[in-house]
């Protein structure tokens, strides 16, 4: 069976939140191309707010395959060839205040090339938490620019990359300490670590039979924004 969604970290959350009845706007460069279209559509129909997007001609829509064991729930994700979009082209002077108007808070995807620190320090000027998600491959200048947010969430196997501690609990210790800023780091397998200073928590996730694992981290990261 095959099937073409409009999917990656930033784009699940946003849906899972608006359909939890919140108010959502996506803020990215985006192309013309096919998969652009798709993905502004999409989001339009599902009632998320896309005047934050900005339209360019050198901007490409990206597009992955993602092949899923029916079995296990177990997936392999195949980057398929795209142009690069995402926040690196917005400029500070393209940034308009008015998007984060009433807005309480703001969630920054680092899968993606992060833009200037001036996207951040609006966010900061109107008052808004202030919520990051580590990829594996996030650089030094990337984690300069988040140092201090308000919360840091990331994957047990990301953690682990970007500590080297192969231990989920003490990954996030770790990366609370890297980072500055409170950490929670998610495991399919053994919940949630949650770290702030010398407190910490630890929240067994719920044992259930696995269909699907895509989109799963991005509903976490949904739900906890939404608490």
């Known amino acids: 069976r095959t099937e073409e969604?409009?999917?990656?970290?930033s784009t699940t959350a946003l849906v899972a939140l608006r359909r939890w009845k919140l108010r959502c706007r996506l803020i990215?460069?985006?192309?013309?191309d096919e998969h652009s279209v798709r993905i502004v559509d999409d989001l339009t129909q599902e009632g998320i707010?896309?005047?934050?997007?900005?339209?360019?001609?050198?901007?490409?829509?990206?597009?992955?395959?993602?092949?899923?064991?029916?079995?296990?729930?177990?997936?392999?994700i195949i980057d398929g060839p795209?142009?690069?979009?995402?926040?690196h082209r917005l400029r500070p002077e393209l940034l308009r205040a008015w998007w984060f108007e009433e807005a309480r808070l703001m969630h920054v995807d680092t899968s993606v090339p992060m833009a200037d620190s001036g996207v951040i320090e609006l966010a900061r000027q109107a008052?808004?938490?202030?919520?990051?998600?580590?990829?594996?491959?996030v650089d030094h200048r990337q984690r300069e620019l988040l140092r201090g947010v308000d919360w840091i969430?990331?994957?047990?196997?990301?953690?682990?990359?970007?500590?080297k501690e192969t231990d989920a609990s003490q990954a996030a210790y770790s990366l609370h300490l890297q980072m500055e800023s409170p950490v929670v780091v998610y495991s399919q397998e053994e919940g949630a670590y949650?770290?702030?200073?010398r407190?910490?928590?630890?929240?067994?996730?719920?044992?259930?039979?696995?269909?699907?694992?895509?989109?799963?981290?991005?509903v976490f990261q949904a739900g906890f924004m939404y608490g």
């Open 153 to 163: 969430l990331a994957d047990s196997w990301t953690a682990s990359e970007l500590t």
């Open 194 to 197: 949650f770290v702030k200073g």
């Open 199 to 218: 407190e910490t928590l630890h929240q067994p996730g719920t044992k259930g039979p696995i269909v699907d694992r895509s989109g799963s981290g991005a």
């Open 82 to 87: 795209h142009g690069v979009g995402g926040m």
């Open 5 to 9: 969604i409009v999917g990656g970290t």
């Open 28 to 32: 990215s460069c985006i192309g013309y």
């Open 49 to 76: 707010e896309t005047d934050g997007l900005l339209r360019r001609e050198d901007v490409e829509g990206a597009s992955n395959i993602v092949l899923v064991d029916n079995r296990n729930g177990q997936r392999l």
């Open 127 to 137: 008052g808004l938490k202030i919520v990051a998600s580590l990829h594996h491959a």
